[in-house]
DNA sequence: AGCACGCCGACT
DNA sequence: GTCGGCGTGCTC
């Protein structure tokens, strides 16, 4: 008797295990590793589809087997490394496999399926099963700032390792924040001519589209697998390379249970398959930081020349030097690009009392209140221990509008061309001779050539963001914005001062992340432990949670703004205990909730909290 | 998710 | 007496 052991793709916890059947005669053959076979299941009449995980001889329950009645499709849909990752990010994130399942194979398209057939035999030949030639390497890569296409640019990087590693004949898997990334990565591709060994696994793309280069990526092996985030679970043959740009961008966390993110999930593919990885941003995030600090990922800047950067310490006006510049700058029809703070954002901390926003005394920066209850300055880095001027010492996160610096430049220069880019509208490029393009963090369109002049018009309010990732978060969004900046340009910031303006004024991210991170660090606070958070729809059962999870000897509770979000930090080292254990609770809190919903689910839980705090 | 099994209220 | 409410629990 032949059995075959099935998982489901369902975020169903009960369903988050192996069922076994035995398969019929007529489909002995047929049945491989990954495919996919409907079944039988309880006393449903409608068959359940599953991936065949394993193949034995005999099965280890107790019970009476089902047999597996028909075959999908005959293609393999899921490999044996995505299922491995999925069940090592499920265990990691205290998570269901079936929901990564459903990550790691797009939504099937019957006719991209039946057209693979047909080229079925001329890509067997393709698959090559040879063993990596080296030793895998681990760094993190600075590319040159400015807006150009010489080596140093983050694509022509990743398009040199790509061709390296597939002419070897391995794959590699690159995997960059958003849409915008994936079309300057396109267009490197086009330009290398590497178009052809190039497969796109994007969750916007058509079913068709992502079903083709799905089936293909687990045919072939010395290709290009690309994409966004979902792109962290593709099928990749021979995978010598993994290349990640920006890790930090909030692109790359998923929004839904169990929270991966692409950092994390990489770094456990990399180690699962024994290939290289290389990170690459203009700022790398405080995790990145870290591996670095502990010697984990070797630091390679290439950039070869630094921006001029210009610090306006006042926050309220532009020197006059500056000023005069930009007027100069506009009237020779050259681009200026003013990068203001997202409006709505919580921005800042007013005492409840008397709604007075808490600023440094020294710098004029609002102050973040840390999990220990203390008041800290993030510009200039003192510690204020004093109540708010009226004696009140609880405070709101409130947010503030955005800076009128912007309005007022763009009063001084009614002649100028105003583009504004909230973010919503897709504006990628501009026109060189648009003047004055003003812009939200993370959406600054390309203009050829670079623009002449950025000003970082909320710098001061990007650093005094009450949360922990405020700075590492305005690292990043500063360098991106200077990325754009033309070679002979200049850099204006607005409003810093101290260690954190000389450090910005030899454009020196890296340094601002690990200064904080280490910050961080003394201070028991992430990337040097993770931080646990739960979820629940309902008062009664957060307290339930609560109860149980204080029991946790590893946990150590954090405080939250949210009545129904418990918070934990844990050390790294207990993240597998961690995992197991809370998983545990959450099942029994959610099996006895009053509260429960059909179809929905009672708690969230996410290992990895980066906004909580 | 489905679906059955099981134990309490108002119905021909 | 039984039809049916949906709480609880299982599915290889």
Same mark, same amino acid.
């Given at each position: 008797?032949?059995?075959?052991?099935?998982?489901?793709?369902?975020?169903?916890?009960?369903?988050?295990?192996?069922?076994?059947?035995?398969?019929?005669?007529?489909?002995?053959?047929?049945?491989?590793?990954?495919?996919?076979?409907?079944?039988?299941?309880?006393?449903?009449?409608?068959?359940?589809?599953?991936?065949?995980?394993?193949?034995?001889?005999?099965?280890?329950?107790?019970?009476?087997?089902?047999?597996?009645?028909?075959?999908?499709?005959?293609?393999?849909?899921?490999?044996?490394?995505?299922?491995?990752?999925?069940?090592?990010?499920?265990?990691?994130?205290?998570?269901?496999?079936?929901?990564?399942?459903?990550?790691?194979?797009?939504?099937?398209?019957?006719?991209?399926?039946?057209?693979?057939?047909?080229?079925?035999?001329?890509?067997?030949?393709?698959?090559?099963?040879?063993?990596?030639?080296?030793?895998?390497?681990?760094?993190?890569?600075?590319?040159?700032?400015?807006?150009?296409?010489?080596?140093?640019?983050?694509?022509?990087?990743?398009?040199?390792?790509?061709?390296?590693?597939?002419?070897?004949? +391995?794959?590699?898997?690159?995997?960059?924040?958003?849409?915008?990334?994936?079309?300057?990565?396109?267009?490197?591709?086009?330009?290398?001519?590497?178009?052809?060994?190039?497969?796109?696994?994007?969750?916007?793309?058509?079913?068709?589209?992502?079903?083709?280069?799905?089936?293909?990526?687990?045919?072939?092996?010395?290709?290009?697998?690309?994409?966004?985030?979902?792109?962290?679970?593709?099928?990749?043959?021979?995978?010598?390379?993994?290349?990640?740009?920006?890790?930090?961008?909030?692109?790359?966390?998923?929004?839904?249970?169990?929270?991966?993110?692409?950092?994390?999930?990489?770094?456990?593919?990399?180690?699962?398959?024994?290939?290289?990885?290389?990170?690459?941003?203009?700022?790398?995030?405080?995790?990145?930081?870290?591996?670095? /600090?502990?010697?984990?990922?070797?630091?390679?800047?290439?950039?070869?020349?630094?921006?001029?950067?210009?610090?306006? +310490?006042?926050?309220?006006?532009?020197?006059?030097?500056?000023?005069?510049?930009?007027?100069?700058?506009?009237?020779?029809?050259?681009?200026?690009?003013?990068?203001?703070?997202?409006?709505?954002?919580?921005?800042?901390?007013?005492?409840?009392?008397?709604?007075?926003?808490?600023?440094?005394?020294?710098?004029?920066?609002?102050?973040?209140?840390?999990?220990?209850?203390?008041?800290?300055?993030?510009? =200039?880095?003192?510690?204020?221990?004093?109540? =708010?001027?009226?004696?009140?010492?609880?405070?709101?996160?409130?947010?503030?509008?955005?800076?009128?610096?912007?309005?007022?430049?763009?009063?001084?220069?009614?002649?100028?061309?105003?583009?504004?880019?909230?973010?919503?509208?897709?504006?990628?490029?501009?026109?060189?001779?648009?003047?004055?393009?003003?812009?939200?963090?993370?959406?600054?369109?390309?203009?050829?050539?670079?623009?002449?002049?950025?000003?970082?018009?909320?710098?001061?309010?990007?650093?005094?963001?009450?949360?922990?990732?405020?700075? /590492?978060?305005?690292?990043?969004?500063?360098?991106?914005?200077?990325?754009?900046?033309?070679?002979?340009?200049?850099?204006?910031?607005?409003?810093?001062?101290? +260690?954190?303006?000389?450090?910005?004024?030899?454009?020196?991210?890296?340094?601002?992340?690990?200064?904080?991170?280490?910050?961080?660090?003394?201070?028991?606070?992430?990337?040097? =432990?993770?931080?646990?958070?739960?979820?629940?729809?309902?008062?009664?059962?957060?307290?339930?949670?609560?109860?149980?999870?204080?029991?946790?000897?590893?946990?150590?509770?954090?405080?939250?703004?949210?009545?129904?979000?418990?918070?934990?930090?844990?050390?790294?080292?207990?993240?597998?205990?961690?995992?197991?254990?809370?998983?545990?609770?959450?099942?029994?809190?959610?099996?006895?909730?009053?509260?429960?919903?059909?179809?929905?689910?009672?708690?969230?839980?996410?290992?990895?909290?980066?906004?909580?705090?």
């Amino acid at each position: 008797m032949r059995v075959a052991s099935i998982v489901f793709p369902s975020p169903l916890p009960q369903l988050d295990k192996v069922f076994d059947y035995t398969i019929p005669e007529a489909l002995r053959n047929d049945i491989q590793f990954g495919v996919a076979v409907r079944v039988p299941f309880g006393s449903s009449k409608t068959l359940k589809i599953g991936y065949v995980i394993a193949i034995e001889d005999s099965s280890v329950y107790e019970g009476e087997l089902q047999e597996l009645v028909e075959l999908v499709s005959p293609n393999s849909v899921i490999t044996k490394e995505q299922y491995d990752l999925a069940k090592a990010v499920a265990s990691r994130q205290a998570g269901i496999v079936g929901e990564l399942l459903a990550v790691c194979v797009p939504k099937r398209s019957a006719r991209a399926d039946l057209k693979h057939r047909s080229r079925q035999s001329e890509l067997s030949k393709n698959l090559s099963n040879e063993t990596k030639n080296s030793v895998p390497i681990r760094e993190f890569i600075t590319p040159g700032i400015f807006n150009s296409e010489k080596p140093i640019h983050w694509t022509h990087i990743f398009i040199e390792r790509c061709r390296q590693v597939i002419s070897g004949g +391995e794959s590699v898997l690159v995997v960059v924040p958003d849409f915008r990334d994936i079309e300057v990565f396109e267009e490197a591709l086009e330009r290398s001519g590497l178009t052809d060994s190039a497969l796109r696994q994007i969750s916007s793309d058509s079913v068709v589209n992502r079903w083709e280069n799905h089936l293909l990526a687990i045919a072939k092996s010395g290709v290009i697998i690309y994409g966004t985030r979902v792109a962290c679970f593709a099928p990749c043959q021979n995978l010598g390379l993994i290349l990640v740009w920006d890790d930090v961008d909030e692109s790359h966390h998923e929004q839904g249970s169990p929270y991966w993110n692409s950092r994390d999930v990489l770094l456990q593919r990399s180690e699962l398959e024994n290939s290289s990885i290389v990170f690459c941003a203009h700022s790398p995030s405080s995790e990145i930081s870290r591996l670095i /600090e502990l010697g984990y990922l070797r630091h390679a800047d290439v950039s070869k020349s630094k921006p001029l950067v210009r610090i306006t +310490e006042s926050n309220q006006r532009l020197d006059t030097e500056s000023f005069a510049l930009i007027s100069k700058t506009l009237t020779e029809g050259k681009p200026v690009l003013i990068q203001v703070a997202n409006i709505g954002f919580a921005s800042a901390l007013a005492c409840v009392s008397c709604r007075e926003i808490q600023r440094c005394s020294v710098c004029q920066t609002s102050l973040w209140l840390d999990p220990a209850r203390e008041l800290r300055c993030r510009n =200039c880095k003192k510690v204020h221990e004093q109540l =708010c001027v009226c004696g009140g010492k609880t405070y709101r996160a409130i947010s503030m509008g955005s800076h009128a610096l912007s309005e007022q430049l763009e009063r001084s220069f009614p002649k100028a061309n105003v583009q504004r880019n909230t973010g919503s509208d897709r504006l990628t490029k501009v026109e060189a001779q648009s003047a004055l393009v003003i812009s939200t963090p993370g959406s600054e369109p390309a203009v050829q050539g670079g623009y002449a002049v950025i000003v970082l018009a909320d710098a001061q309010i990007m650093v005094g963001y009450p949360r922990l990732r405020a700075l /590492e978060q305005a690292s990043q969004k500063w360098a991106n914005a200077i990325s754009h900046l033309a070679e002979t340009g200049v850099v204006i910031a607005v409003g810093l001062s101290g +260690e954190l303006a000389n450090q910005l004024k030899v454009a020196d991210f890296t340094g601002i992340v690990r200064a904080d991170m280490l910050e961080r660090s003394e201070l028991g606070l992430p990337p040097s =432990c993770r931080i646990l958070s739960v979820t629940s729809k309902n008062h009664n059962d957060a307290v339930a949670v609560k109860s149980k999870l204080n029991e946790l000897t590893d946990l150590t509770s954090v405080p939250t703004a949210i009545s129904t979000t418990v918070a934990y930090s844990y050390s790294i080292a207990n993240g597998g205990r961690v995992a197991t254990d809370v998983r545990q609770v959450v099942e029994s809190v959610s099996k006895t909730s009053k509260h429960k919903l059909p179809g929905q689910r009672v708690l969230f839980i996410n290992m990895d909290d980066n906004k909580v705090i």
